[in-house]
């Protein structure tokens, strides 16, 4: 895609496949237009590598932090359970919504926890609403293990931010819907990656080959779950889709 910015004539004029449009600037098909690309070059230089929560990096674009808030608020699980922990920056937002709201703890599972991020997650002042297992996130003994932890009756939400590959998106989202209640989520992140097979730091094989593609192909599988966006609650603008570097990931159990 080619683009060309005239703020003097406030027009966007774009090509894709040899084909030109202009569009004017200053409307939401050009926002939109203009955001992927910046999404897509923000990852490449690592953007969002750069925040932090409460001291622990978090790996997280700003507005998909914010729009999962707006949803943990509105669902209120009693449970949120992560695959990935890296730095565990995650872990540590989620609980410090859980501290406010006055309920809720977190559960995070991960192949290998690092020593040194372990003892920061363990040493933090939030660590007492979260739990941490280690091991691969679709071995039945570890599956078991988190399952154990969820009490009957409570509500669960499940992001999944470990292995982005389709085929361990997809042994995720088998191994973990059933915890899902109803109204919650269940969150196969960064599906962006079918839009970088051809950045620096990307690889083709991508295009086909990521979170977003688990997701509808589970979806086709299981009319129980529905992939939609959650509906803003706060929005006096005209614009309508999130900037996000998790397309189709947000799948509502019915």
Request: proline letters at 6%.
């Amino acid at each position: 895609m080619k683009f060309i910015v005239d703020t003097d004539t406030q027009q966007l004029t774009y090509e894709i496949n040899g084909d030109h449009k202009t569009i004017p600037l200053y409307t939401n098909e050009a926002f939109e237009l203009i955001s992927q690309q910046w999404l897509t070059l923000g990852w490449n230089q690592k953007y969002t590598y750069s925040f932090s929560w409460l001291g622990r990096p978090i790996i997280q674009l700003p507005e998909d932090l914010i729009r999962i808030q707006e949803v943990i608020y509105q669902v209120k699980p009693d449970v949120i359970i992560e695959t990935g922990i890296a730095h565990g920056g995650s872990l540590i937002y989620y609980a410090s919504l859980f501290q406010a709201m006055g309920k809720g703890r977190v559960i995070g599972v991960d192949i290998e926890i690092r020593p040194h991020n372990r003892q920061a997650i363990e040493s933090h002042e939030l660590f007492p609403l979260i739990t941490l297992i280690e091991g691969s996130s679709i071995a039945p003994e570890i599956l078991s293990q988190v399952k154990s932890l969820v009490k009957p009756g409570e509500s669960i939400m499940v992001v999944l931010d470990s292995n982005h590959t389709k085929q361990h998106v997809l042994a995720e989202l088998e191994s973990y819907s059933d915890l899902v209640t109803s109204g919650s989520y269940i969150v196969p992140t960064d599906g962006i990656m079918k839009d970088l097979d051809n950045v620096p730091r990307g690889k083709s094989e991508w295009k086909l080959d990521n979170p977003a593609e688990a997701a509808i192909e589970f979806v086709a599988q299981h009319p129980e779950f529905v992939i939609e966006q959650p509906k803003w609650p706060f929005n006096e603008s005209t614009l309508t889709q999130n900037i996000t570097h998790w397309p189709s990931a947000w799948l509502r159990r019915k």
